[in-house]
C-alpha cells in the first residue's frame, strides 16, 4: 500500500478547510505569494501543505526541504530537499540545501518545519529570489512570536510574508482545520477569513 496524499477536496471532506478557505490560498499560490502556515505538533501543517502543492501548476517547479523523507514527491515537477542531523555542522547543512535549491531553481519553495538546517539563514540568502510556503511549530495564540521563535527569523523576515494560516486541533476529538487566514500588513496580522 502506498503513501496517500491528501488533496484540497479531502480537507473540505473532513471539514478541515472550507472551499472558501481554499479559494483564498489558491489565488495565493497563483500569486506566488509567500505563505506561513503555523499550527501546533500534529494539528495538520503538512497534509495542509501537500494539500496545497496540488494548486501549483504542474508546469512550476517545487522544492521542498524536510527532514528525514518527511515529504513524498508526488508529482513530477516536486523535487524533494532531505535534511537530517549528521556530522556536519549546521552551517554546512544549511548551505547544501542553499546551492541545491539554487540547482533547482523552482517556481515554489516548500519548508516543512525542520530544526536540522538554520531556516533563518536560508530566508536570508533565498526570500527575494523564491516564493516560499512555510511550516512552523505555534504552540500560543500568539502566532507571530511563535513564527519567528521556531523559525528564528526576525520582525523584518516575518514581515516578508504575505498570507499566514493558523491551524487548530481538537485534542478531545482529534480534528484537525484551518482557524483563520491572515494577511501580513505592516507586521501585524489582519484576518481574510
Known amino acids: 500500500m502506498g503513501v496517500y496524499i491528501f488533496t484540497p477536496e479531502d480537507l473540505v471532506r473532513y471539514g478541515s478547510a472550507t472551499n472558501e478557505q481554499l479559494e483564498v490560498l489558491k489565488g495565493a499560490i ?11 505538533s500534529r494539528s ?38 532531505d535534511t537530517q542531523f549528521g556530522e556536519k555542522p549546521l552551517k ?13 531553481d523552482p517556481d515554489y519553495v516548500v ?9 533563518s539563514n536560508l530566508f536570508d540568502v533565498l526570500i527575494d529570489d523564491y516564493a516560499f510556503i ?13 513564527v519567528m521563535h521556531w523559525l ?5 523576515v516575518f514581515r516578508r510574508f ?22 501580513v500588513k505592516d507586521g501585524t496580522l489582519e484576518p481574510v477569513l
Open 111 to 119: 519548508v516543512d518545519t525542520i530544526h536540522t538546517i538554520s531556516v
Open 162 to 183: 504575505d498570507i499566514v494560516v493558523s491551524l487548530k486541533r481538537d485534542f478531545r476529538t482529534g480534528e484537525r482545520s484551518i482557524d483563520r487566514i491572515y494577511e
Open 44 to 81: 495538520g501543517k503538512t497534509k495542509l501543505v501537500e494539500a496545497l502543492t496540488h494548486f501549483i501548476p504542474d508546469d512550476w517547479k517545487v522544492a521542498v526541504v524536510t527532514a528525514y523523507g518527511e515529504f513524498k514527491p508526488f508529482k513530477p515537477n516536486i523535487v524533494v530537499v
Open 30 to 40: 497563483l500569486s506566488k505569494k509567500d505563505i506561513l502556515i503555523a499550527g501546533s
Open 134 to 146: 512555510v511550516t512552523s511549530l505555534a504552540m500560543t495564540d500568539d502566532i507571530k512570536s511563535e
Open 152 to 156: 528564528g527569523i526576525t520582525e523584518e
Open 92 to 104: 554546512n547543512r544549511t548551505n547544501e540545501v542553499i546551492s541545491r535549491i539554487r540547482e533547482i
